[in-house]
């Protein structure tokens, strides 16, 4: 039975190109030191995951053993319809208007909002398509993208989001080059965006709708709309989707989580889907997993009715709040007196994006990541969050979250920090 | 805003090529009548599903708020360490041997054993590969493949599973044809096939993989196993898998499902990958969902630690067995009588595979099927589950499936379809 040498094992196209997130060698490296502060992964706070909620839910649900066995029988592909029917009624709500011509239909519930992300690359993308992204844009987006083959063009962004002269600029020149035809999408994390913290404003998701549209020529352009931190809001204004500006629903798609705003743990996101899209990839969904755990979503269904969820999520922006204020007083308190340190206050999410002086390095070929690491604070170097094209790297940027941190230990890691680059200065 | 044409929406090929199974169109023709009894869903029988089981587990896991609070986190992509060594340990007692060569670190949680088969087509497949298969296989399983553009090749099968010279004949006649580097894997439903019954015999195991072995001259051919029904075994012995019969464990992946021995409302399902190819497929899975959810795999793991699992799955045997006997007297008592009749009696499992006479076609172009439905019975026809390559279509065959209903039911359905077999005689 033994043979002695087989020949190589061949992966498929796909196989060869998924890799593991280039920043996963930095995180490795920083395992040796259990002292350590980390200030990057962007999980969320332990302490505010809703075992008292799950509690009320699984009790209820389990309280009729018929809806019990329900939710341990296979559901459907699409999700749980008392769910989406309680999701267009969310998204209605934050959008602060009727959707008449949106139906349930539309929506899906994947494995987190991620699942969600890479369907839409699946059915929208061939390789060597290209999607248009802020520059920083959501590093593991960029991993869905390369899985497919497809490219990320960075543009620019300012404390309102995507800059639309810049967004325009880039359709101009890929269309120049002949490229236009392979632009199938543009990517936003709208809401206190990962990595940047910054909020698209109402004025740019006007625009960013119309200039999709208009450069809608050979192919649509959809706009791929990640309102993962959505719920997750501080202070300012609660604005409405891109989804809601995009009047014939054919042009947003929207996707979101309920990582953040409840547990990663259940592992659900949801999103709407143009109808022309849906049957796509309700399709490609089918043959991978028949949908997402059917227990899971009779769980939050309940957590919905029983009223948990919204109180919940009053807790959530409270407590970030309370450490975002942590990070930027110590921002304030260390990073301040060094000169040429840059950031913006985020109105929401779990990030704080910091712009340093242009010689310092962040990055693995800098000296300041393994200094940090030996004074014990761990960050995501910034220019891991940047697309190869288009607007380019600044390897002089970092992302730090007050995420997982409780405020002591978020104050001591900016110090440390603080230290760090001060040496290096 | 609104413009009034946008151009058509472009699909990636991937999305073009994803399409609902043919057999949906049947299914929901049959929504009809509320009355009917389906013979058809391979889903598992509602009265079975462990809710007392998941109460224990759920208060067991919730009485630690911290391991809840843990559960409810990000788990890892591979899945949660506690688990995978409960599998491999469940492996090896299953298959009588310990592994000394196989790592946890081979073992991946999916979201189930679909996911497994999506993973392994994404990271081994290339648009124009093919797998060979027996004919009739697992039908999602060429929709699998359909979504990576490959192709399934059929090849005979008898009662003792596929057949090796059948299976020699294919390889050689691709290699004729200049498509042997083409084949990249063999899938076997090596326990109680889905949808014929039938198991692979201890020596047909050891010749398939020695055939793999032999066949890998210009790439490696893979073994797919695919062991979702393992757990259901009626009688009959009790075989080691595949995976045993490959001393090195670097052709037979083994893959499997939590769905069918406890609950497919938690969406779990296992495999074990070779070492070459464990990364491919882990860092795949971490782009499109970080790994499944992490709560239901705590769930499992107390459902083991409870020592719930094993007497679940032996009360799931007795039961399907009893159902199991329920079609085969009926099937002898109405079918019998028609000429030109046939089955086999399984071993394990949920299904019961009839062939009809030749002239009987059970599908779509056949008036079985519409009779069936109209005396009030639905089955699943057997010619969606041939490959359209290699061994041909038999248009004359059935799947019945006797997991979701009681025996009463199952008898007045096997009667129901010997009435409209009888009518076209």
Redesign the interface.
């Known amino acids: 039975?033994?043979?002695k040498t087989?020949?190589?094992?061949?992966?498929?196209?796909?196989?060869?190109r998924?890799?593991?997130?280039p920043i996963s060698d930095l995180m490795t490296r920083a395992l040796g030191n259990p002292k350590l502060i980390s200030l990057a992964a962007g999980?969320?706070d332990?302490?505010t995951?809703?075992?008292a909620e799950?509690?009320k839910a699984?009790d209820a649900l389990?309280a009729d053993?018929d809806e019990?066995?329900?939710?341990?029988?296979?559901?459907t592909t699409e999700g749980h319809r008392p769910l989406r029917e309680k999701l267009l009624a969310h998204l209605q709500e934050g959008d602060g208007q009727t959707y008449q011509d949106v139906s349930i239909e539309q929506f899906v519930v994947t494995?987190?909002s991620?699942?969600q992300l890479?369907l839409i690359a699946?059915?929208?993308?061939?390789p060597g398509?290209m999607v248009i992204c802020t520059a920083p844009t959501y590093l593991?987006f960029m991993?869905?993208l390369?899985?497919?083959g497809a490219k990320a063009f960075g543009v620019d962004m300012d404390d309102a989001g995507m800059v639309p002269e810049s967004l325009e600029a880039a359709l101009e020149q890929l269309d120049a080059q002949g490229e236009l035809g392979r632009v199938?999408a543009i990517y936003l994390v709208s809401y206190y965006d990962n990595p940047s913290g910054m909020t698209t404003s109402v004025e740019r998701r006007?625009q960013i709708?119309?200039i999709a549209?208009?450069w809608?020529?050979?192919?649509?352009i959809h706009i791929i709309e990640d309102a993962a931190y959505r719920e997750l809001r501080f202070d300012g204004p609660d604005i409405p989707s891109t989804f809601s500006?995009?009047?014939?629903h054919?042009?947003v798609i929207y996707t979101t989580t309920f990582?953040k705003p409840f547990?990663?743990?259940?592992?659900l996101g949801w999103g709407v889907f143009?109808k022309?899209?849906i049957?796509?990839v309700t399709?490609?969904k089918?043959?991978?997993?028949?949908?997402?755990?059917?227990?899971?979503q009779?769980l939050l269904v309940k957590i919905m009715e029983l009223g948990l969820y919204e109180p919940h999520i009053e807790m959530l922006r409270k407590n970030y709040a309370r450490k975002k204020t942590a990070m930027v007083n110590a921002a304030d308190k260390y990073l301040r007196p060094l000169s040429g340190m840059s950031w913006f206050e985020p109105h929401g999410g779990l990030y704080l994006w910091l712009t340093l002086p242009e010689h310092i390095a962040a990055g693995p070929d800098g000296r300041l990541f393994d200094l940090a690491l030996e004074k014990g604070v761990l960050y995501v170097p910034g220019q891991y969050c940047f697309p190869e094209l288009g607007a380019g790297v600044k390897k002089n940027t970092i992302r730090l979250s007050f995420g997982v941190q409780e405020s002591d230990l978020i104050d001591k890691g900016v110090e440390l920090l603080a230290e760090a680059i001060g040496e290096l200065m």
């Open positions: 039975m033994k043979i087989l020949p190589a094992l061949a992966l498929s196209q796909r196989g060869k998924s890799k593991l997130p999980f969320v332990q302490a995951l809703p075992v799950m509690r699984f389990w053993p019990a066995r329900q939710a341990l029988q296979y559901g494995s987190g991620n699942q890479h699946d059915t929208l993308l061939d398509d593991v991993g869905v390369e899985d497919v199938k006007q709708v119309e549209h208009r809608s020529r050979e192919q649509r500006f995009d009047e014939d054919e042009t990582s547990a990663p743990g259940i592992r143009p022309e899209l049957d796509a399709n490609l089918g043959n991978i997993d028949f949908g997402s755990p059917n227990l899971n009779h």
